[in-house]
């Protein structure tokens, strides 16, 4: 089923706790909320901006979103409401070429691939979403890199 969206440009997507799509679009650099109907259509809940620049990946930790933007170098976080409404709840400064995002399992951490520099950020989320940043490690060979996944 092909759903289209003009300019949005799909980069990324999780799911929230009502089921609803949350998807990062790297042509509005925005966050979206999308119900998943039977037959694979999806209709558009909410777009919110993350007012940076390059948005391309979400991760979920402990009910909330964070939006990867690689030309900002930041994390933007987000909370969601059971119907699927965005709220924009901070922004988070990561090292340079913030690509990727990985919470570990139960969501207290927030590992964050900066390619820039080959560096994975560490952050701890709050119980307000907050990311305290815990440190860095660079990562040898690892500069211009993506992908990334925490446990």
């Known amino acids: 089923m092909v759903n289209s969206e003009p300019g949005a ?7 929230d706790a009502a089921g609803h799509l949350v998807i990062a679009e790297a042509g ?14 999806v209709t558009p809940i909410d777009t919110l901006g993350t007012g ?25 976080q987000f909370s969601d409401s059971l119907g699927g409404s965005l ?7 990561t090292d340079p070429g913030t690509v990727d995002a990985s919470a570990s399992i139960g969501g207290q951490y927030l590992y964050v691939q900066t390619g820039g520099n ?3 950020d560490e952050f701890h989320v709050g119980a307000n979403g907050s990311l305290a ?12 890199g993506e992908g990334i996944a925490a446990f």
């Open 28 to 41: 509005t650099n925005a966050l979206a909320t999308f119900v998943l109907n039977p037959g694979g259509t």
């Open 118 to 120: 080959g560096i994975v």
């Open 52 to 76: 940076q620049s390059a948005t391309c990946w979400v991760a979920q930790a402990q009910g909330f979103f964070y939006a990867s933007n690689a030309g900002s170098a930041s994390e933007s």
């Open 133 to 144: 940043e815990i440190g860095s490690v660079t990562v040898p060979g690892a500069v211009g």
């Open 9 to 15: 440009v799909p980069f990324a997507i999780s799911f």
């Open 87 to 93: 709220a924009l709840a901070g922004q988070t400064t």
